[in-house]
């Protein structure tokens, strides 16, 4: 399986795992959200299929998935940020609670520390972003 397609602009996009909860649950949630957010849901479904999915009981530590503070760089502007991924019905950017159906939070998810993805704000303008920490989910 080929997890290393093309991105907009010709860079690979890079390997990322979600849990098989997860993968499940925001299956469920990209298939709900397709009527309402077509390209965004479209994006989550995408980014979901190519996946490398994580059973439980195997190492499912160092990658992003729900729940998890993210710290990351905005590769354009140098801004770093802090972040906790999340269900839309959870978000909260004032508390830094950003969804998963959000251009960012898609993008995010199944990152490791290290890598770098290039991913499309909601006006369309492209980004890169670096995942620079993460920190596990207290529910962990």
């Not at 905005?74 to 839309?88: C, S």
């Amino acid at each position: 399986m080929d997890t290393m397609r093309k991105a907009a602009g010709g860079r690979s996009l890079p390997k990322i795992k979600v849990t098989a909860e997860d993968r499940e649950r925001l299956a469920g949630l990209a298939s709900a959200a397709m009527d309402r957010m077509p390209d965004l849901a479209s994006y989550l479904s995408d980014e979901l299929d190519r996946a490398q999915v994580v059973r439980s009981g195997r190492s499912t530590t160092g990658f992003v998935r729900m729940g998890c503070a993210v710290e990351f760089r905005d590769d354009t502007t140098g801004k770093v940020q802090a972040v906790t991924l999340v269900y839309p019905g959870e978000a909260d950017i004032a508390q830094g609670r950003i969804s998963v159906l959000t251009p960012v939070g898609a993008a995010l998810l199944g990152l490791s520390t290290g890598q770098s993805i290039d991913w499309a704000t909601r006006t369309g303008a492209a980004k890169r972003l670096t995942v620079l920490d993460i920190r596990e989910p207290a529910f962990a």
